[in-house]
């Protein structure tokens, strides 16, 4: 009985409905059937539609299709781009393996968006005289916190050699720009100052901002920095003898930023690292900061000195 009474109810509901959705009241006190209503709901969404498409045409990517690399052993052609691909900002490229018994590794050595240092991690083999169609992809979420959110200025250093000889030359090496919007319209990333920055080396050479501290699920307590290579050097940027309130505590860190550019960084510690000294609260900490250029270790550094941090 009761489902029964239920399903009375429910028909109730649906009569109730269609005899409220039949007529709709206009400004004159009018009624206008449910095709009026129809009419008015699609000019509404056609004019959104329209707006939205004069909104996207201002920055709409014109890139077409452009050669990196094309010599006697390899080619790499860049042949599209797909900004909302779902692993992130992608580059889509054709590469082909000239060479009739080697195998090839092409990679990307470097890569920066309007002149922030970024690494999409990429590199492939390809056989003897094959081809291959990839996917250049970089993960933007650091960048879009950073306020970087259209990428004007793509440059990507191509590395291509042999992959079971890696002491052999490489058979091709390119740096490209691609300009999505145009070279006009390129923007070179200026970070702007914040009131909690911490500036702990600023010289002719580099520059190295404490940027905040956080707890990073994965990677544990993490110091956020931001670097910038002024030089027209590769500059490593690396830590030595790191402590964590007096505790001997190496967060392994180094990176490299490519001459002229700037890159958001980061040293972490681990839980298990803190859970071995009994840290549960970060009071001090005390490095080594130096940074040289990367491909003369006998030159003199650029930045050598002793930080303490207070967080």
């Known amino acids: 009985m009761k489902r029964i009474a239920t399903l009375f109810l429910v028909l109730a509901m649906l009569c109730s409905l269609a005899a409220c959705g039949g007529e709709t009241t206009n400004n004159n006190g009018g009624t206008n059937g449910n095709n009026s209503a129809n009419n008015s709901d699609q000019t509404t969404s056609s004019t959104d539609e329209s707006t939205t498409g004069e909104e996207n045409s201002k920055n709409e990517i014109t890139f077409t299709e452009m050669v990196a690399v094309d010599n006697d052993e390899c080619s790499i052609k860049i042949t599209g781009i797909e900004a909302d691909n779902m692993w992130g900002y992608t580059i889509k490229a054709l590469l082909e393996n000239k060479s009739a018994e080697k195998t090839y590794m092409f990679s990307v050595e470097t890569a920066a968006i309007n002149g922030v240092q970024c690494d999409p991690s990429f590199a492939t083999e390809v056989a003897a005289g094959k081809k291959s169609n990839v996917e250049i992809s970089f993960s933007g979420d ?32 390119e740096t490209i720009h691609i300009y999505p919007y145009g070279e006009d319209k390129a923007v070179n990333f200026v970070r702007e100052a914040q009131d909690s920055d911490n500036v702990i080396i600023d010289n002719d050479y580099v520059s190295v901002i404490v940027t905040g501290y956080e707890k990073d699920e994965i990677w544990g307590y993490t110091v956020n920095l931001f670097l910038l290579n002024k030089t027209d050097k590769n500059v490593m940027f690396s830590v030595d003898e790191a402590s964590v309130n007096g505790f001997m505590a190496d967060p392994f860190y180094a990176t490299s930023v490519s001459a002229g550019k700037c890159a958001f960084s980061s040293m972490s510690w681990s839980d298990t690292t803190f859970e071995e000294n009994s840290i549960t609260e970060v009071e001090t900490i005390e490095f080594k900061f130096r940074a040289y250029d990367e491909d003369n270790w006998s030159g003199d550094d650029f930045a050598n000195e002793t930080i303490t941090l207070n967080p």
Do not use: Q
Not at 144 to 155: A, L, P
């Open 142 to 173: 650091e960048l879009e916190e950073n306020g970087i959110t259209e990428y004007t200025d793509i440059e990507l250093t191509f590395r291509v050699y042999d992959s079971n000889d890696w002491t052999a030359d490489a058979v091709a090496k």
